[in-house]
């Protein structure tokens, strides 16, 4: 069973840091993109952040360049991002996503292109 799993949400004040994670399982997912999206209330989901095969390439929304860094270990078909200086702008459920071949610098953040998907972590940023 193919499964990603999402870890590491909760409640923070503004200015605050977590760090999320994103474990698969069933798959080998070390040659994909991997990536991260969000969907705040009343709002449109949107991306936050993607990484290629071997980091060769990561990729940032406007929004959270500078205070969001992606990364992946291999050895733990896993995926992380490292959220700091939040805002209550960042709450939302965060869902990690995972695509079952390489994709290009218009594909990687684009939410349709991707095949596996977690089940969401709540991040919450108090004010």
């Known amino acids: 069973q193919v499964q990603l799993v999402e870890s590491g949400g909760g409640l923070v004040q503004v200015g605050g840091s977590l760090r999320l994670s994103c474990i698969g399982s069933?798959?080998?997912?070390?040659?994909?993109?991997m990536a991260w999206f969000r969907q705040a209330p009343g709002r449109e989901r949107e991306f936050v952040s993607a990484?290629?095969?071997?980091?060769?390439?990561?990729y940032y929304a406007d929004s959270v360049k500078g205070r969001f860094t992606i990364s992946r270990d291999n050895a733990q078909n896993a995926m992380y991002l490292q959220m700091d200086n939040l805002s209550p702008d960042d709450t939302a459920v965060y869902s990690c996503?995972?695509?079952?071949?390489?994709?290009?610098?218009?594909?990687?953040?684009?939410?349709?292109?991707?095949?596996?998907w977690g089940q969401g972590t709540q991040v919450t940023v108090s004010s």
């Open positions: 996503a995972a695509r079952t071949k390489d994709c290009s610098d218009v594909e990687c953040p684009d939410a349709k292109n991707y095949d596996y």
């Open positions: 069933g798959r080998n997912f070390n040659d994909y993109p």
């Open positions: 990484i290629r095969w071997q980091s060769v390439r990561k």
